[in-house]
């Protein structure tokens, strides 16, 4: 069609012919979105809500418009904003939401005509932009030109979106456009079976100069060893989909897991979002029509359906069904020799709207022993979106990818027949939550390999992210890390005694923990917030976390640490992470050389029964350092049980002199006490300075 471009490689030719390009390119994206709203039959469909858990159709019209004006402001592209109120208006509130939110919001919404007219004025400032900037080949993540490519493929994003939620409308509401004629061809499908794929390495992840525009999630990289597998040859026709609903499959509750059973309940699903009518006369929505459902087009549905579906196909063949994870799709696609760009390569596929603007039969475009590997519908992966090794936030749009990792968001690949630039690129990432219905489908692997669903995911709890740059971040105002400098105390008084088991116990997030395992046979951690602890078992198990940091505001940067970046080498196999309750502790947790507890005795409840236990959780001769700013507080302990800090008979008592009366009956002072400074930062301009008293005792 007139209004498709391929994607632009921006590494090579001039300056001047990348400038007139990347501007074809935006003009015929923002032409081809408002074409795509030309189908709604009137103005007033704007304002409706097709889909409950986003925005009306008049949110995404502004949106895309605002993005831009946004995105150059905060790259200081340009000085001012265009209009203030829209471009607040229309900024934020397109991710889906979870199947049973609701979001009943009132909105003040402009009229169309105004913005229109906006985006108008939109469109001249862009080209204003892409027409006068000073820029250098080749175009990277640090170009004037970057944001503009990122406004551009994120409308395309929304052209994609948008037509989803055209789909959703009545049909009274929406007219057909030549600009998007569907297909009409429909027949019996044919019969689907596994095809065999040998194994391989595959390389994931691409680098920071590579020739096409990506989002932050493409890059990095990982490399996984697939064994063979087997995969359906088509994609899943609505014919053989069919066969599932006609077996009871909605109403089976044992085809589908926990959340999959939940959303079906509340939904009252019994068949796909877009099939109407009643068994035996199906009909199929279509963007702006309905048809009688096509046997040979292949079913769209969300992950959930998918799961079901293969597990009744599971249980009907007794072959080990699922979806393909990222990994297995992308061997498919080296196997079939479409590891490549399609802008270099063209690939034929019913996408990048070279075809139609509805699926077509599942067995029309072959890709070598398979058909539609790429285009038609997207296909839902196992996988759910993680960050590669590597990965970095783009500043310009911080939030575009980290909030998908959360487990939550499945991979979709290969393009939908709307599917255009970077979303057809090879190394393109999108995820959707596994309830939301975009145009896809998908294709079933037999395989007995476990997939791997859960991954490392950024830490947003404000006071876990705060712990975790406390243990692992920089350090603040010239002061070094405290668990580092704790754990250093605790092996100099160790010095020529047994190494054989420690307890760091208050451990919070473990870089005592870390830091006492090398030297220690065993290291058990343990914390009564089990937060705090699954990002030390987090950290231990992928030598790596992630997290928001604080800045300003509601302004946050994501971090990452790594073990490896903090000299800390090994595979820390030998600590155990543990929630638990330091003045209850059980039974198991003895035979300590070294106990270690820091910051912790000013928060217990009762820290004299946690003092009074430990002597028999120690060897002879063991050490016990504690650390503290003797900071009491009654919201965490009672007064009548603070160690020191108030006065008796008109005499002032210290926690130290606490501390004496409580330990020296079993324990020995070792050497003076000594106070450790630590810097706990809030945000990049308030910082908590404190000194913590640290007093070492050796069991008796």
């Not at 929304?158 to 009545?170: G, W």
């Not at 994609?235 to 589908?256: H, I, P």
């Not at 976390?545 to 800045?551: G, K, N």
Request: aromatic letters at 12%; glycine letters at 8%; hydrophobic letters at 40%.
């Amino acid at each position: 069609m007139e209004y498709v471009t391929n994607n632009i490689d921006l590494t090579t030719g001039t300056a001047e012919e990348k400038r007139a390009e990347i501007k074809r390119y935006f003009n015929a994206t923002w032409t081809l979105y408002e074409r795509l709203f030309e189908t709604l039959v009137s103005d007033e469909v704007f304002y409706l809500r097709p889909q409950p858990l986003r925005h009306p159709l008049v949110f995404y019209f502004g949106h895309t418009a605002t993005f831009y004006v946004n995105k150059l402001v905060l790259a200081k592209r340009i000085e001012a904003r265009i209009h203030p109120r829209f471009e607040s208006l229309f900024a934020i509130g397109v991710d889906e939401m979870s199947w049973d939110d609701l979001n009943d919001a009132h909105y003040d919404w402009p009229p169309i005509d105004e913005i229109r007219a906006y985006r108008d004025q939109v469109r001249a400032v862009v080209i204003g932009v892409i027409e006068s900037v000073d820029f250098s080949m080749p175009i990277g993540w640090e170009s004037p030109l970057w944001p503009i490519m990122m406004g551009i493929e994120h409308e395309r994003i929304h052209l994609e979106t948008s037509s989803v939620l055209i789909r959703q409308l009545d049909l009274a509401q929406v007219r057909s456009s030549a600009w998007f004629p569907p297909c009409t061809s429909s027949g019996i499908a044919p019969e689907n079976e596994p095809v065999d794929v040998p194994g391989g390495t595959v390389a994931l992840g691409k680098p920071l100069d590579h020739r096409l525009y990506g989002w932050d999630n493409e890059y990095g990289h990982v490399q996984i060893d697939v064994p063979d597998f087997a995969a359906s040859k088509y994609l899943v026709s609505n014919q053989e989909y069919l066969a599932f609903v006609e077996d009871g499959g909605y109403a089976e509750d044992r085809w589908w897991d926990e959340e999959g059973l939940a959303w079906r309940n509340y939904h009252g699903a019994t068949m796909p979002e877009f099939w109407r009518g009643e068994p035996g006369h199906y009909r199929l929505r279509l963007m702006t029509e309905e048809v009688p459902l096509p046997p040979n087009w292949p079913v769209e549905v969300c992950y959930l359906e998918a799961k079901a579906f293969c597990e009744w196909m599971s249980d009907k063949t007794g072959r080990p069904v699922r979806m393909p994870d990222e990994a297995e799709y992308r061997r498919m696609l080296e196997v079939a020799g479409l590891d490549v760009e399609h802008h270099e390569a063209p690939i034929a596929a019913n996408w990048n709207l070279e075809h139609y603007a509805s699926s077509v039969p599942v067995d029309t475009f072959a890709h070598g022993n398979f058909f539609d590997l790429v285009g038609n519908v997207w296909q839902w992966n196992e996988t759910p979106i993680y960050a590669f090794d590597g990965f970095e936030v783009h500043p310009l749009y911080d939030d575009f990818t980290v909030p998908t990792f959360d487990n939550r968001h499945n991979l979709i690949k290969g393009g939908s027949w709307i599917s255009t630039g970077n979303e057809i690129a090879l190394h393109s990432r999108y995820a959707f939550r596994r309830h939301f219905y975009q145009h896809a489908g998908f294709r079933y692997v037999v395989s007995g390999k476990p997939v791997k669903k859960e991954f490392d995911v950024y830490e947003t709890d404000a006071l876990v992210s705060q712990y975790c740059e406390f243990h692992y971040g920089e350090p603040c105002l010239g002061v070094p890390a405290f668990p580092k400098a704790i754990a250093a105390a605790a092996l100099a008084a160790m010095e020529g005694l047994p190494h054989g088991k420690a307890l760091d116990i208050g451990c919070s997030v473990g870089r005592v923990a870390f830091e006492l395992a090398g030297r220690f046979g065993e290291v058990d951690a343990l914390d009564f917030s089990a937060r705090f602890v699954q990002v030390g078992a987090r950290m231990q198990r992928a030598g790596r976390i992630r997290y928001e940091r604080a800045e300003e505001g509601e302004l946050v940067t994501f971090q990452e640490r790594t073990l490896a970046e903090l000299g800390l080498s090994g595979d820390f196999s030998n600590i155990r992470f543990m929630q638990q309750d330091a003045t209850n502790m059980k039974p198991v947790f003895t035979g300590y050389d070294l106990v270690v507890a820091a910051n912790l005795i000013d928060r217990l409840n009762d820290p004299a029964k946690f003092l009074r236990d430990l002597p028999g959780r120690m060897n002879p001769g063991g050490m016990l350092l504690i650390a503290s700013p003797y900071t009491w507080l009654e919201e965490f302990t009672k007064k009548e049980k603070w160690l020191g800090g108030f006065k008796r008979d008109g005499e002032p008592v210290t926690t130290l002199d606490g501390l004496h009366a409580e330990l020296d009956e079993r324990f020995s002072l070792v050497g003076e006490p000594v106070k450790l400074p630590f810097v706990i930062r809030e945000t990049a301009n308030k910082h908590q300075h404190t000194f913590s008293e640290v007093t070492l005792w050796k069991k008796r």
